[in-house]
T-cell receptor, first 111, second 113 residues
Framework: QQQVKQSPQSLIVQKGGISIINCAYE??????FPWYQQFPGKGPALLIA?????SEKKEGRFTISFNKSAKQFSLHIMDSQPGDSATYFC??????????FGAGTTVTVRA | GAGVSQTPSNKVTEKGKYVELRCDPI?????LYWYRQSLGQGPEFLIY????????DSGLPNDRFFAVRPEGSVSTLKIQRTERGDSAVYLC???????????FGPGTRLLVL
């Protein structure tokens, strides 16, 4: 039973464009929402994270938007670069250790 | 500094065999986690250690899976009587304390023939 649903499965964006990945959850007890970036053959690496007391968090070209009432959150990658080509996972937890991951989105940035 | 390391990086075994997967966490990290990632899926939580003890093993799929962390550092995930469905990437992560950022290793790719 997947607790976090992620879409799209894959996306292609031109260099300089915006990539948007969406996630939805059901468990209202979740209180920590991280995004991880994974390159082939590597483990996931934390990109950015948010807690439900804020609606948006920005770090460089990466922004999380959080909608508590809709139980949705999204990752925006601004000015996408070829080096951003990777698989992105959203996740959620209510205990800060037992992460429930989405199925992942493969982002391809075309030069 | 060194990140989380996992050995072996790849393991091919036959159905019914026993395997051990090793994780070396970042030095000083007290919390250690195991996840399993099937092809095209996100990681799934298996077990969490705080120090030497398994604080939450609710993600272990059945009693063929067992993990230890005897000295509070290195951990070993053990799988008995492997099945083809056990084929996946097994990821280990560690954090300085629980509720802090989890740092993942590169994983062990297990293939059961």
């Amino acid at each position: 039973q997947q607790q976090v649903k992620q879409s799209p499965q894959s996306l292609i964006v031109q260099k300089g464009g915006i990539s948007i990945i969406n996630c939805a959850y059901e468990n209202t007890a979740f209180d920590y929402f991280p995004w991880y970036q994974q390159f082939p053959g590597k483990g996931p690496a934390l990109l950015i994270a948010i807690r439900p007391d804020v609606s948006e968090k920005k770090e460089g070209r990466f922004t999380i938007s959080f909608n508590k009432s809709a139980k949705q959150f999204s990752l925006h990658i601004m000015d996408s670069q070829p080096g951003d080509s990777a698989t992105y996972f959203c996740a959620a937890s209510m205990s800060d250790y037992k992460l429930s991951f989405g199925a992942g989105t493969t982002v391809t940035v075309r030069a | 500094g060194a990140g989380v390391s996992q050995t072996p990086s790849n393991k091919v075994t036959e159905k019914g065999k026993y395997v051990e997967l090793r994780c070396d966490p970042i030095s000083g990290h007290t919390a250690l986690y195991w996840y399993r990632q099937s092809l095209g899926q996100g990681p799934e939580f298996l077990i969490y250690f705080q120090g030497t003890g398994a604080a939450d093993d609710s993600g272990l799929p059945n009693d063929r899976f067992f993990a230890v962390r005897p000295e509070g550092s290195v951990s070993t995930l053990k799988i008995q009587r492997t099945e083809r469905g056990d084929s996946a990437v097994y990821l280990c992560a560690s954090s300085k304390r629980v509720q802090e950022t989890q740092y993942f290793g590169p994983g062990t790719r297990l293939l059961v023939l």
